[in-house]
Structure formats: structure tokens, C-alpha cells
């Protein structure tokens, strides 16, 4: 009797699971831990629906990728049934190494760590769960299958990762810009050669996908009230180390113990509650520092924020730092925790490492900033960087 469930997603509509394997990797208590993992970290605090999860990702990940790999075995392209329970495996699993609140906290937790790092610890740890069945998933993860093609549908220009991200974060918070045309993207899509490319009629989606993608950093994730939460965020934790604040298990570990002493077991029962139950504790913490960045984050008195096209000038900081140490009655030092200044970069379409192939009617393959497109050639090329200050208002 076929295996079947279905999954009612308000992105796609109904996601089909058709494999006993994944749904017992769905089962795992290491998968359902992305329930409680925030896919946008706090970009909630400026679009209030973007509260979906690392869960909702991974399973539209998951049925963008059935998707297209039943549209290239349609078009004749060689891949068996193990390949293909392998390369759904391999997507539903990409980024189960997130911690809490996924980019914001990553290197700070975890100092050091990629989150793909940790995803590939604990794919080898449920495979040795599952006596080995996750073997060919992880080659495909780590690029080491000989079918290149499948590595470049979990990660790539091309990704299902990427058109999920978009087409779920676009639909969460509202931004209809960044919703892209991610059904003729996937049928658009061919093998030539062993490598993932686009069909020459798919030129005109892909310019799409790329614009979308452009405006969905500047306009979402690096959104400046955004970056200010994230930052602030990401103080707490770095500031909870320096002073040693201490909190609840298994976050007081990753505060007060180093890596090497925190086991998987531990990462994979620590999420985004610990850490915000861990906030506000801290908002009464006798370190002043830490109790403003808690409080701040917990009443959205989030720090302002000012972009511009040049590095701000150290004096300007260094008069803004004194005065809030003034204010606040607190040293130097300790403001420079309050006042603080970065940069934001994105970039669109890395011509340098990272490539989308055209696949031409006449047998011709061209990377899509060789195409005669002025908007890729001109406004996708080279990364956008812009300066940023966040003070204590």
C-alpha cells in the first residue's frame, strides 16, 4: 500500500510526504527542535507576521525540491528513486545545525561554528541513528556525490533554499517584492554537462529571482530596526559572557562553559525560549549594560539607527559614547557597548564565485552575466555595502 501524508502549508498549499524516512527525520525530536527556532530572528519586531519557523522552511525547501526533481526526470535526466529519497533528505535536514534565532546568534552561541558545520555533525549523528540510510544525503549535502546537479539543488545560485526563503519570507512579512516566480524557475531548469542550469527561456525569471532577492535585503533583512534588534541581540549574549551572567540550563553552558565542554546533545536542546526567558531574567540583572540591551529588547525600545554612504566619523562616536556615559552614569567602556557603529553588505549575484548558467537552444552555455542584459550586467554586479551607527536614544 502506497505511503502517504500530506501537510497543509499556507505558502504552497498541500506538501506531500511519500517516504517513511522522512517522515521518521521529521518525527526526531532534533527536526521538531526548528518549531521553536525562528526563521526571521527579530525581524518580527518590524513586520509582525514574519514569525514562521525554521520548520515551515524546511518542509517548503523540501517540496520545491520533489518539485524539481520530478520536472528533471521528466526532461529525461538520470536520477533513481535512492537519489532522489536522498536529495529530499539532504534539503529537509540543510539547516538543522541553526541555533536560536538562526543568522542573528550564529558565531555568537557557537562562537566560531557555521551553522552548516553543525547541521553536518548532527546529520552524522542521525545517520549512525538510522544505520547508515542518510549516508548518500550527506554526500549530496557536503558535495562529495558524483552527481554534482543534486549538490546545487540544496546549495547554490540556484537553490531551492533560496526560492523558499524568498517566496515564504516575501509572504510572512508583506513585502510582495520579494515574491519571485519560483513555478516556471523550476521548470525553466535543466542538466547539461553535470551542472544545474536554466533554460534560455528562464532568463527573464531569473531576472526576477535576482531582483527580488536585492530588494528583500535592503528592504527586510538588513532593514535598519531590524539590523538595530539583531545587534542588540547579539550584545546580550556577547555582554551575558563577559560579565558571566548565569541563567537556566542549557543556556548557562553556552554562556559560562567553553565550546569544546557543550555536547550535540545540548546545542540540540537549546532554541529561541531559553534565550528569551534568559532576556528576562537579565532585564533585572545588576549589570546596567545588559539590563538596558534586555529591557530594550523585551519593550521594543530598540537603539536608533542611521545608515549613510561613508564610515562615520570617530569624534561624532566618541562625543555620542561620552555623552551616554554621562547619562547613564556608567564608564566608557561600558557605553561603547550602547554606541557602536558597523557595516551592512549584500550582494546580489556574485560574478567572481558564484555562477547561474544559461542553457541556449543551439547548445551554447553562458554565465547569466555574460547574457546581453543590461539591468544584470550594470545594477546586479559587485556587492552594495553601507555604514551604520545604533546609539542608546
Known amino acids: 500500500m502506497p505511503f502517504n501524508k500530506i501537510i497543509n502549508d499556507p505558502v504552497y498549499g498541500f506538501i506531500t510526504i511519500d517516504d517513511e524516512?522522512?517522515?521518521?527525520?521529521?518525527?526526531?525530536?532534533?527536526?521538531?527542535?526548528?518549531?521553536?527556532?525562528?526563521?526571521?530572528?527579530?525581524?518580527?519586531?518590524?513586520?509582525?507576521?514574519?514569525?514562521?519557523?525554521?520548520?515551515?522552511?524546511?518542509?517548503?525547501?523540501?517540496?520545491?525540491?520533489?518539485?524539481?526533481?520530478?520536472?528533471?526526470?521528466?526532461?529525461?535526466v538520470e536520477i533513481t528513486a535512492q537519489e532522489k529519497q536522498a536529495a529530499k533528505v539532504a534539503i529537509l535536514l540543510h539547516d538543522i545545525g541553526h541555533g536560536p534565532f538562526s543568522h542573528a546568534l550564529e558565531h555568537v552561541l557557537a562562537e566560531g561554528m557555521h551553522h552548516e558545520e553543525i547541521s553536518l555533525l548532527i546529520f552524522k549523528d542521525l545517520n549512525q541513528k538510522f544505520d547508515g540510510r542518510l549516508q548518500?544525503?550527506?554526500?549530496?549535502?557536503?558535495?562529495?556525490?558524483?552527481?554534482?546537479?543534486?549538490?546545487?539543488?540544496?546549495?547554490?545560485?540556484?537553490?531551492?533554499?533560496?526560492?523558499?526563503?524568498l517566496n515564504r519570507d516575501s509572504f510572512f512579512t508583506g513585502v510582495i517584492e520579494g515574491s519571485i516566480g519560483y513555478d516556471?524557475?523550476?521548470?525553466?531548469?535543466?542538466?547539461?554537462?553535470?551542472?544545474?542550469?536554466?533554460?534560455?527561456?528562464?532568463?527573464?525569471?531569473?531576472?526576477?529571482?535576482?531582483?527580488?532577492?536585492?530588494?528583500?535585503?535592503?528592504?527586510?533583512?538588513?532593514?535598519k530596526t531590524v539590523l538595530s534588534a539583531e545587534q542588540m541581540l547579539?550584545?546580550?549574549i556577547k555582554r551575558a559572557k563577559f560579565v558571566k551572567a548565569t541563567c537556566?540550563?542549557?543556556?548557562n553552558s553556552f554562556i559560562n562553559q567553553p565550546l569544546e565542554n557543550i555536547t550535540l546533545q545540548q546545542f540540540c536542546s537549546i532554541d529561541d525560549h531559553d534565550v528569551l526567558v534568559a532576556i528576562k531574567h537579565w532585564c533585572?540583572?545588576?549589570?546596567?549594560?545588559?539590563?538596558?540591551?534586555?529591557?530594550?529588547?523585551?519593550?521594543r525600545h530598540l537603539?536608533?539607527?542611521?545608515?549613510?554612504?561613508?564610515?562615520?566619523?570617530?569624534?561624532?562616536?566618541?562625543?555620542?559614547?561620552?555623552?551616554?556615559?554621562?547619562?547613564?552614569?556608567?564608564?566608557s567602556d561600558d557605553a561603547q557597548w550602547?554606541?557602536?557603529t558597523g557595516e551592512a553588505v549584500s550582494s546580489t549575484y556574485n560574478f567572481e564565485n558564484e555562477h547561474i548558467f544559461v542553457l541556449f537552444k543551439d547548445g551554447s552555455v553562458k554565465d547569466i552575466s555574460e547574457v546581453d542584459h543590461a539591468l544584470i550586467n550594470e545594477n546586479m554586479r559587485g556587492k552594495t555595502k553601507k555604514y551604520y551607527i545604533c546609539y542608546l536614544r
Not at 25 to 30: G, N, R, S
Not at 210 to 218: D, E, F, S
Not at 306 to 329: C, G, H, M, S
Open 284 to 299: 533585572s540583572h545588576t549589570d546596567k549594560v545588559l539590563s538596558i540591551l534586555c529591557q530594550g529588547i523585551i519593550d
Open 303 to 331: 537603539l536608533k539607527v542611521k545608515y549613510a554612504a561613508e564610515p562615520f566619523n570617530q569624534l561624532a562616536v566618541d562625543e555620542k559614547t561620552a555623552e551616554i556615559a554621562a547619562r547613564q552614569n556608567i564608564s
Open 248 to 251: 537556566h540550563e542549557p543556556l
Open 338 to 340: 550602547l554606541v557602536f
Open 21 to 76: 524516512l522522512v517522515l521518521q527525520l521529521i518525527a526526531h525530536p532534533y527536526y521538531q527542535r526548528l518549531r521553536r527556532i525562528h526563521q526571521m530572528a527579530m525581524a518580527h519586531l518590524v513586520y509582525p507576521g514574519a514569525v514562521h519557523t525554521r520548520l515551515h522552511h524546511s518542509l517548503g525547501a523540501y517540496h520545491l525540491m520533489c518539485l524539481a526533481l520530478q520536472e528533471l526526470s521528466a526532461k529525461g
Open 136 to 165: 548518500m544525503a550527506i554526500d549530496i549535502f557536503t558535495n562529495e556525490y558524483q552527481k554534482k546537479f543534486l549538490h546545487q539543488l540544496v546549495s547554490g545560485q540556484l537553490d531551492v533554499d533560496r526560492m523558499d526563503y
Open 234 to 236: 547579539r550584545r546580550i
Open 184 to 223: 516556471r524557475i523550476l521548470k525553466m531548469l535543466t542538466v547539461h554537462n553535470g551542472e544545474l542550469m536554466i533554460e534560455e527561456k528562464g532568463i527573464y525569471s531569473i531576472e526576477k529571482f535576482l531582483v527580488a532577492r536585492r530588494l528583500m535585503y535592503w528592504q527586510v533583512y538588513l532593514h
